[in-house]
């Protein structure tokens, strides 16, 4: 089946801006993840929805930063007031439950903030 | 909350040697392991997981190995090959969301 999508696969966007990043995780997957691989760097935690529960965001590094799950089913996350540093690829994955269920990667977005 | 530590960060091998990868995590209670590959440009993709009930784990040239009682767990590659090259995550789990090492840059030499 089709796997974890992401919209768009690049962003250039100003410094200052606010910007939307999408992702359709797998059909069925409960649970999904938010995460910010910057260049040669590991992935960043951002956020998890599992469900109808609270979302976890513990993960966010301002209150620039925050995210929906609409339907439990298509995420977005959003950046208000773009600075230099969130320039990184943001990464979604789902999973089918949550604790101990493998993790399906989109393609992630690749955001520059100029 | 969950550590993980990844080495080495990056890792060079001639095609055909074995390379190896260790991870050490700090939450005694974390029960999934897995290990994700990603090659450039692209995402992570699941290569091999291990559950805390089990000590090692083999798939054709790959095999992970955990330790509980020192919290490691390493992957092992035999018989590498150059499309092996890429960069390799381990990552821990007790409660969601999954706690990644830095990664390991894994150079395979033709």
């Known amino acids: 089946g089709a796997g974890v999508s992401q919209s768009p696969s690049n962003k250039v966007t100003e410094k200052g801006k606010d910007v939307e990043l999408r992702c359709d995780p797998i059909s069925g997957h409960t649970a999904l993840y938010w995460y910010r691989q910057s260049l040669g760097q590991g992935l960043e935690f951002l956020i998890y929805?599992?469900?109808?529960?609270?979302?976890?965001k513990s993960g966010l590094p301002s209150d620039r930063f925050s995210a929906e799950r609409t339907g439990g089913s298509v995420s977005t996350l959003t950046i208000q007031r773009t600075q230099q540093e969130d320039s990184a690829v943001y990464l979604c994955a789902s999973s089918l439950a949550g604790e101990g269920e493998t993790q399906y990667f989109g393609p992630g977005t690749r955001l520059l903030v100029l | 909350g969950e550590n993980v530590e990844q080495h080495p960060s990056t890792l060079s091998v001639q095609e055909g040697d074995s390379a190896v990868i260790k991870c050490t995590y700090s939450?005694?209670?974390?029960?999934?392991f897995p290990w994700y590959k990603q090659e450039l440009g692209k995402r992570p993709q699941l290569i091999i997981d291990i559950r805390s009930n089990v000590g090692e784990k083999k798939d054709q040239r790959i095999a992970v190995t955990l330790n509980k009682t020192a919290k490691h767990f390493s992957l092992h590659i035999t018989e590498t090959q150059p499309e092996d090259s890429a960069v390799y995550f381990c990552?821990?789990?007790?409660?969601?969301?999954?706690?990644f090492g830095k990664g390991t840059r894994l150079s395979v030499i033709a």
């Open positions: 929805f599992q469900g109808n529960s609270a979302p976890d």
């Open positions: 939450d005694s209670a974390s029960n999934y």
């Open positions: 990552a821990a789990i007790k409660n969601t969301p999954l706690v």
